[in-house]
């Protein structure tokens, strides 16, 4: 059945948590050094011979951070960034006892760096937004459970906010918790969210192509197939062409799409960032 016949699959097709990203840097080295003495993540892999001009970093115990260097690919490098204003935007919740901590790093090290609140998100009511040295924007919010650092909620702009709204609860399932003309606010599994933000037009960060930028969830092998008959309906390409052609073993299931009104690239895979972390435990 070509595209143009398939019918659209009704099935709950839901992911189980946002589970990593990765971003742009201008060095692996600056980024290494800023993450594991600022945020205190550590390093998994770096480098040749696994990930040339890359490097994953471990955030906490669930997930896991990338960056890769600009490469040739890329059309165009991370704009200098004035404010905390901009997208995308990812928010880390830091343990409580070390939020006071962490803050007074982020101050010493960043240029740029604002007090924020989010309304219509619990847990996220005071924080701290702040440019890393490569341009990207971050936020650090004190996890009142005291667990390790973890992804809290990130953030999209997008110049049709009902059309990336009903893609989010329409392909994956997300709940909608908030809307106003100019935001929306998505809940995920696991209590993680999606801000997605109403623009005239995209950014100059949003609309660049960064070779290895994505954001990845984690489902289920039939959540899996359901949201990409979904995509298929819809006419949204997916695979792994999108996200760079790797080798998958048997029972691994992956893909990459582009949200439609913004084109930042999602990767879709039935594991998690625990299984990766442990290719290399020591």
Request: aromatic content about 10%.
């Amino acid at each position: 059945m070509g595209i143009a016949e398939a019918k659209p699959n009704t099935a709950p097709a839901g992911v189980r948590h946002f589970d990593h990203f990765a971003l742009p840097t201008g060095s692996i080295e600056r980024s290494e050094k800023f993450y594991t003495e600022v945020l205190g993540l550590r390093t998994l892999v770096k480098g040749a011979p696994r990930i040339v001009g890359g490097i994953f970093m471990k955030i906490g115990t669930r997930h896991h951070l990338g960056f890769f260097e600009h490469r040739p690919i890329n059309t165009g490098t991370m704009p200098k960034r004035e404010n905390v204003q901009g997208y995308p935007r990812v928010a880390f919740a830091v343990p409580a006892s070390d939020f006071a901590a962490t803050t007074e790093r982020i101050r010493a090290a960043c240029a740029i760096v604002e007090e924020i609140h989010e309304d219509n998100l619990p847990g996220a009511e005071r924080g701290l937004a702040f440019v890393d040295p490569e341009g990207n924007i971050m936020e650090v919010f004190p996890n009142a459970a005291n667990q390790p650092i973890t992804v809290s909620h990130f953030h999209f702009e997008t110049p049709a906010l009902a059309a990336a709204l009903e893609f989010y609860t329409g392909v994956l399932d997300f709940k909608e918790i908030h809307r106003s003309d100019e935001r929306a606010v998505l809940a995920i599994p696991t209590g993680q969210a999606l801000l997605l933000h109403q623009v005239s037009e995209l950014s100059a960060a949003t609309q660049t192509y960064f070779d290895g930028r994505h954001f990845a969830f984690s489902v289920t092998d039939a959540n899996f197939h359901a949201i990409v008959a979904k995509l298929e309906a819809r006419g949204i390409q997916q695979g792994d062409d999108l996200g760079g052609v790797r080798r998958r073993k048997p029972g691994e299931l992956g893909t990459y799409f582009q949200d439609p009104t913004n084109g930042m690239h999602i990767q879709m895979l039935n594991s998690d960032s625990s299984e990766f972390s442990k290719q290399f435990a020591a």
